[in-house]
């Protein structure tokens, strides 16, 4: 079946160090695969995406990069800061389909500190 | 601003008791779903809807109701019968047919079981 494993948190860092948070999946062909972000005491919000092998999604600084060698997809940040502090969903989105069902891993909390 | 409203945003519950948690959108869009949310277990599917008067059970149901009457709005029920129904609950949104993976989500609700 179609899951997806990240690394468990809390994540912490220092203003400015390098973040990654590694997320690996298994399905069923090639799915599309997404990052979401949860602030605190909110809902969550897509934070990038990528839908095809090798395709890099980024945004707000935030990478990663669909690998199908390695069923992976690590969100990276070169220099975090305090207001990324928040929970980090990877998601995939199996192959066909009409909706959006989404399968997400556990989260991973990611604080960062002045 | 377009967006999704869930209401309340905290509630409380006596055991045997039925809670009915708002959502609606005005997106626009076709499906709507119900994820909930428990520590270290991510998001996990409770039903979800493309169409009025459709709607179909994720991977959790068992203890919830909803209905689909207007494409504004789902409605979740936390029955009785649902047996540990402390939990962080999300709606959200998404256009069908596109499968792009992007869900729009509102800032959830949290229940308490007394």
């Known amino acids: 079946g179609n899951s997806v494993t990240q690394m468990e948190g809390p994540v912490t860092l220092s203003e400015e160090a390098f973040l990654t948070i590694n997320c690996t999946y298994t399905?069923?062909?090639?799915?599309?695969l997404f990052w979401y972000v949860q602030y605190p005491g909110e809902g969550l919000q897509l934070l990038l995406k990528?839908?095809?092998?090798?395709d890099k999604g980024s945004n707000k600084g935030f990478e990663a990069t669909y690998r199908k060698e390695t069923t992976s997809f690590h969100l990276e940040k070169g220099s975090v800061q305090v207001s990324d502090s928040a929970v980090y969903f990877c998601a995939l989105s199996p192959l066909g389909g009409a909706t959006n069902k989404l399968i997400f891993g556990t989260g991973t909390l990611l604080a960062v500190q002045p | 601003d377009g967006g999704i409203t869930q209401s309340p945003k905290y509630l409380f519950r006596k055991e045997g008791q039925n809670v009915t948690l708002s959502c609606e959108q005005n997106?626009?869009?076709?499906?709507m779903y119900w994820y909930r949310q428990d520590p270290g277990q991510g998001l996990r599917l409770i039903y979800y809807s493309q169409i009025v008067n459709d709607f179909q059970k994720g991977d959790i149901a068992e203890g919830y109701s909803v209905s689909r009457e207007k494409k504004e709005s789902f409605p979740l029920t936390v029955t009785s019968a649902q047996k540990n129904p402390t939990a962080f609950y999300l709606c959200a949104s998404s256009i069908v047919g596109t499968n792009t993976g992007e869900l729009f989500f509102g800032e959830g609700s949290r229940l308490t079981v007394l």
């Open positions: 399905a069923t062909g090639y799915p599309s």
């Open positions: 997106l626009n869009h076709d499906a």
């Open positions: 990528a839908t095809k092998a090798d």
